[in-house]
């Protein structure tokens, strides 16, 4: 093997520890950068440069941003008073795509598992607990998965924070555009709990 040859697979190998990417998608991404080296691989490479230098975790929420405060904790106008707990950053990314929550976020970093040996101190709920009392928040509300984990995680921080401030939590049922006869039995019985008045 000539040494472009190996430099190539060595791209290869890494790129297919992307998630999403098996080793098929990696050599037809590393194969379209080539041919691209001047309008994307360059760019690609110098803006992986950049990130991997800059990138870091948000000291108060757990975002990842490129400074020590994130650009969600410096606005002040964010400064609502309401704080939405998610497990992980693609998370408050999602949220943030809504464009339809305007207070602060909290990063867990994943939920509880007794399976896992995950306990509140392996996560960001200390943290939690510590900014409801010095942020003035008035009311936490709990954007975490509808699994088991996740519900375990959202009863364990309501139980914690009860007397301290509002808990709400995100309503689960039927999806913008969804079909009834699509949906599993636990999303119907879900809905039909948080029915509201038409
Ligand atoms: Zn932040």
């Keep these: 093997m000539t040494k472009a040859t190996s430099d190539i ?5 890494l790129m297919a520890r992307l998630p999403g990417l ?23 490479a110098d803006a992986l440069h ?3 230098a800059t990138a870091r975790e948000c000291v108060s ?10 650009e969600i904790c410096a606005d ?24 339809a929550f305007k207070g602060r976020y909290h990063v867990l970093g994943g939920s509880l598992s007794a399976l896992d040996g995950i306990g509140p101190d392996d996560l960001r709920i200390p943290q939690l607990a510590r900014r409801v009392g010095e942020e003035g928040v008035t009311e936490v509300i709990l954007a975490l998965n509808a699994t088991v984990d ?3 995680t959202a ?7 009860a007397d301290q401030v509002q808990v709400t ?7 913008i555009g969804g079909e009834l006869d699509y949906l599993d039995d636990g999303t119907i019985t879900a809905a039909l709990r948080a029915r509201k008045a038409f």
């Design 22 to 44: 098996g080793p098929r998608s990696a050599r037809r991404a590393v194969l379209h950068l080539i041919k691209k080296r001047g309008q994307l691989m360059a760019p690609l």
């Design 150 to 152: 996740g519900q375990t």
């Design 61 to 70: 929420c757990g975002n990842i941003a490129g400074a020590d405060i994130c």
């Design 169 to 175: 939590s995100l309503a689960q049922g039927v999806p």
């Design 76 to 99: 002040e106008r964010r400064a609502t008073g309401e704080i939405c707990v998610v497990e992980d950053v693609a998370d408050l990314w999602a949220m943030e795509r809504g464009h």
């Design 9 to 13: 697979e060595a791209l290869i190998e």
């Design 50 to 52: 950049h990130v991997a």
């Design 155 to 161: 009863h364990y921080i309501a139980d914690e924070l």
